[in-house]
């Protein structure tokens, strides 16, 4: 291995490290809610509202983060979104009233996570690893469960010794200094140009991108991956409670649906690099749809293979969409557009997510289950499938840069 692929690969550790703090972080408000019910008071629909009113505001910073890492560079995002995420830790320290936990555990947070998270570790991976980025952008999105798990685990640890306000910062504090660090140090947003390099193709308008019909065709898969996603991570553990598992079990179930989106980001990037990119979509939403018999079909039987099936299936493609659609995006586009279409597609994702959720519960509401949202889920699935087969085999926009 050269020098120059050392520092590649040092520069991926950052980003994906970072992505992974960001993403523990986030997992742990949930964690947070019934503590800080318990000891300031605040009814659960409150602090409720102070997780909803952050993620809108998550899905609507992203084509923001994407502009700027375009016109800024990724560093600087990272640098910014990590000091962000540190004076949140600080601030809660004396957060007390609504407005507070606003504003230190909602607004500052997500802010930080936006700048600091996916985007700009994304366009990190496809500047320094060219013809191999599907493989680094697979590191990158394997990091988001990754982080989710380690830190559920370090806050369980911490919070049996220390109260929520003191784990919190010392979660918060400590990995964010020591990422903000090496950032500082040693985070390139590229490499140094070689002798006789190509210009940089400059970025496509934003509105030449959304007339392509490709953007749209990606867009229809982010919506499904978005309200799936969401309805399992929102509704999965309360459904099999429905089907008289306890919470301890349910709770194992989307531990290894998490786990398997690990090995599946980690496999998908690779196969990125040899195979189509629209291929590895269709197959990503294929697989997550051939999930769902195991769940909705056979949950009520109890036996437990079924679920483990369903959780290894579905959570292989937990990530597994973001090399394909990277790499895609690159192609047509070119590598400075990759952050605001990036941006642009993760807003419809999350949008998605937020719309899937109530839905789920509306139709729980009305029908006393879950049948109806997962049949609706496979419909979206199918639609993502043959709108991914529908992007161009060989995209006809900006060669991939050397």
């Excluded at 504003?103 to 690893?129: E, K, N, Q, R």
């Excluded at 991108?209 to 990606?218: C, Y």
Aim: hydrophobic letters at 60%; a positive charge.
């Amino acid at each position: 291995m050269n020098q120059k692929q050392k520092i590649a690969w040092f520069v991926l550790a950052i980003a994906a490290g970072s992505f992974a703090f960001t993403s523990g972080i986030r997992a742990m408000v949930g964690i947070l809610i019934p503590l800080i019910e318990r000891d300031l008071g605040h009814t659960r629909a409150a602090l409720s509202s102070v997780a909803s009113a952050a993620l809108i505001l998550y899905a609507f910073a992203q084509p923001v983060v994407g502009w700027a890492v375009q016109c800024f560079g990724s560093r600087r995002l990272m640098l910014i979104g990590l000091f962000l995420i540190i004076v949140s830790g600080i601030g809660m320290l004396w957060a007390s009233s609504l407005a507070a936990l606003h504003v230190f555990l909602g607004i500052i947070p997500m802010l930080g996570f936006s700048a600091a998270g996916l985007i700009p570790a994304t366009v990190l991976a496809a500047h320094w690893f060219g013809a191999r980025q599907g493989m680094a952008t697979g590191v990158v999105v394997a990091a988001l469960p990754g982080g989710q798990a380690l830190f559920a685990a370090l806050a369980a640890v911490l919070l049996l010794h220390l109260p929520w306000r003191e784990s919190y910062f010392i979660l918060t504090l400590g990995p964010a200094a020591a990422l903000l660090l090496l950032s500082f140090l040693f985070l390139r947003d590229r490499p140094a140009p070689s002798a006789g390099a190509s210009r940089p193709v400059p970025a496509t308008p934003i509105g030449v991108v959304a007339a392509s019909r490709g953007f749209w065709l990606l867009a229809i898969g982010y919506v499904a991956c978005g309200v799936t996603d969401q309805i399992m991570l929102v509704h999965l553990v309360a459904f099999l409670a429905d089907q008289g598992y306890s919470p301890a079990r349910g709770s194992g179930m989307f531990s290894l649906l998490s786990s398997a989106g690990i090995a599946g980001a980690l496999l998908m990037g690779p196969l990125v690099d040899r195979f189509e990119a629209r291929h590895i979509l269709a197959c990503n939403y294929a697989l997550r749809l051939a999930s769902y018999p195991f769940l909705f079909l056979f949950a009520a039987t109890h036996a437990e293979l079924y679920l483990i099936f369903f959780a290894v299936l579905f959570g292989f493609t937990f990530m597994g969409n973001m090399p394909a659609a990277s790499v895609f995006i690159r192609q047509a586009h070119g590598l400075a557009s990759l952050g605001p279409i990036m941006g642009w597609l993760s807003m419809t994702h999350h949008v998605g997510g937020a719309a899937g959720v109530l839905a789920a519960g509306i139709l729980y509401e009305r029908w006393g289950g879950y049948n109806a949202s997962f049949i609706g889920s496979v419909v979206l699935l199918a639609v993502a499938v043959l709108a991914s087969l529908q992007l161009p085999k060989k995209v006809a926009g900006v060669a991939p840069q050397p």
